[in-house]
Structure formats: structure tokens, C-alpha cells
């Protein structure tokens, strides 16, 4: 499967995004996707999880609150919607298919991965 990350850009603090992942070449519906960011000189974090069926949803304490993740399994994307945004949530941005219907945040667990779209949050 080829996941396509998009909705980044830049906006101030306090601002909104939604980040959108889109699956092609097969459909991710009968897996977990998760949200990871990397910022400059930082390793890559876990920041959000949903199960196969949208039911189950897992957040990283910094996510708690601002950022919610959905999906759409008939259209074969998940969603990061970012509210309340903040400088240090300026990062790139990424989406992971899991191995399994339901995944953690050990970045192992999944194994399929977008390029990544670029969110900057000005102060």
C-alpha cells in the first residue's frame, strides 16, 4: 500500500490544520494507521492511532485534547485534525499503515509509510 500525506502548510499559533492520508494500491481499511512527526534535530514521535474500524484511538500526552484522528474507510483515509496549535508542534509530519488491525506507538508495529507533510506553526 502507498499512503499520501497532505494538508500541512504554515499557520500561527493557536491556529487549526487537518491533515488528511490517503491509501492507493490497496486499502488500509482492515489496518491501524497512525500519525508520527519528526521535528529538526528530534527523532520521530508517536502521536496518534486509530483501529481498523475508527472505534479505538490512542494520543500521545502533547496530542491530548488538540488533535483528533478519524477515518473514513470508504474513502481509504484517516485524518490528524490539529487545533490549538503551537510553535513546538512544528514538525514533518507522518502517516503509517500498522501491521495489524490495532497498533501502539512503537514505530515497528507498522509498515507502510507516507513522505510526510510539512507543518510549521509561527509564534
Known amino acids: 500500500v502507498q499512503l499520501q500525506a497532505s494538508g500541512g502548510g504554515l499557520v500561527q499559533a493557536g491556529g487549526s490544520l487537518r491533515l488528511s492520508c490517503a491509501a492507493s494500491r490497496r486499502t488500509f481499511s482492515n489496518n491501524a494507521v497512525g500519525w508520527f512527526r519528526q521535528a529538526p534535530g528530534k527523532e520521530r514521535e508517536f502521536i496518534a492511532v486509530i483501529n481498523w474500524r475508527g472505534d479505538s484511538t490512542n494520543y500521545a500526552e502533547s496530542a491530548k485534547g488538540r488533535f483528533t484522528i478519524s477515518r473514513d474507510n470508504a474513502k481509504n483515509r484517516v485524518y490528524l485534525q490539529m487545533n490549538s496549535l503551537k510553535p513546538e508542534d512544528t514538525a514533518v509530519y507522518y502517516c503509517?499503515?500498522?501491521?495489524?488491525?490495532?497498533?501502539?506507538?512503537?514505530?515497528?508495529?507498522?509498515?507502510?509509510w507516507g513522505q510526510g507533510t510539512l507543518v510549521t506553526v509561527s509564534s
Open positions: 503509517a499503515s500498522g501491521r495489524r488491525s490495532y497498533a501502539g506507538t512503537n514505530s515497528n508495529e507498522y509498515n507502510f
